[in-house]
């Protein structure tokens, strides 16, 4: 069944670039059949959507986090990624990455569900 | 503040049922967006748990059902049992003139008596 696995480096500076990667095993992210999101939830707190990206590169991010997100993937690794510009310690957060179930309607992508999860990373903002 | 208001928690004793709430708007739930649910354990990741508004994953128990009607929704547990003290979470999704996006409720603790 298909596994995800997030990496990162667990503590970041404030005003620097968060960067995590997503390894997907036992499925492709190639796969035409989903897209791949990346979810947070600061401690103690509940969960926010922070965006997906399909095989071909197509994105679509919260509009409270556009300015400073970036999600791509990369199919030769079979891995997706995530950047999120000028953190602060409201950023400080469990980071999960998800297959993403959606529907299209007339050309337009509405996300449904979310599975599998990756089992999480904690990202700390502080200097 | 969440755009899905549930109940920050509730209880029942073994054997009881609970019903958790989230209630939406007219630009996500009322707009006839699905809605689904999530378990979270202590300390681990969200559980896919309901899908589509009622719909089990192979997997989950048939003591959890999930049901929607106009902008509001509730996920309810019948024969509770002590493993099903968690955090449960609805998600849907939202379009209004900032943009479309996914959006989740707040979560719900369910403590098990």
């Known amino acids: 069944q298909v596994q995800l696995q997030e990496s990162g480096p667990g503590l970041v500076k404030p005003s620097e670039t968060l960067s995590l990667t997503c390894t997907v095993s036992?499925?492709?992210?190639?796969?035409?059949?989903?897209?791949w999101s990346w979810i947070r939830q600061p401690p103690g707190k509940g969960l926010e959507w922070i965006g997906y990206v399909y095989y071909n590169g197509v994105t679509n991010y919260n509009p409270s986090l556009k300015s400073r997100v970036t999600i791509s993937v990369d199919t030769s690794k079979n891995q997706f990624s995530l950047k999120l510009s000028s953190v602060t310690a409201a950023d400080t957060a469990v980071y999960y990455c998800a297959r993403t179930q959606v529907t299209t309607i007339f050309g337009v992508v509405v996300v449904d569900w979310f599975h599998p999860w990756g089992q999480g990373t904690l990202l700390i903002v502080s200097s | 503040q969440s755009v899905l208001t549930q109940p920050p928690s509730v209880s029942g004793a073994p054997g009881q049922r609970v019903t958790i709430s989230c209630t939406g708007s007219s630009s996500n739930l009322g707009a006839g967006y699905d809605v689904h649910w999530y378990q979270q354990l202590p300390g681990t990741a969200p559980k896919f748990l309901i899908y589509?508004?009622?719909n089990r994953p192979s997997g989950v128990p048939d003591r959890f059902s999930g049901s929607k009607s106009g902008t509001s929704a509730s996920l309810a547990i019948t024969g509770l049992q002590a493993e099903d003290e968690a955090d449960y979470y609805c998600q849907s999704y939202d379009s209004s003139l900032s943009g479309s996006h996914v959006v989740f409720g707040g979560g719900t603790k369910l403590t098990v008596l």
């Open positions: 036992g499925g492709s992210v190639s796969s035409g059949n989903y897209y």
């Open positions: 589509a508004n009622s």
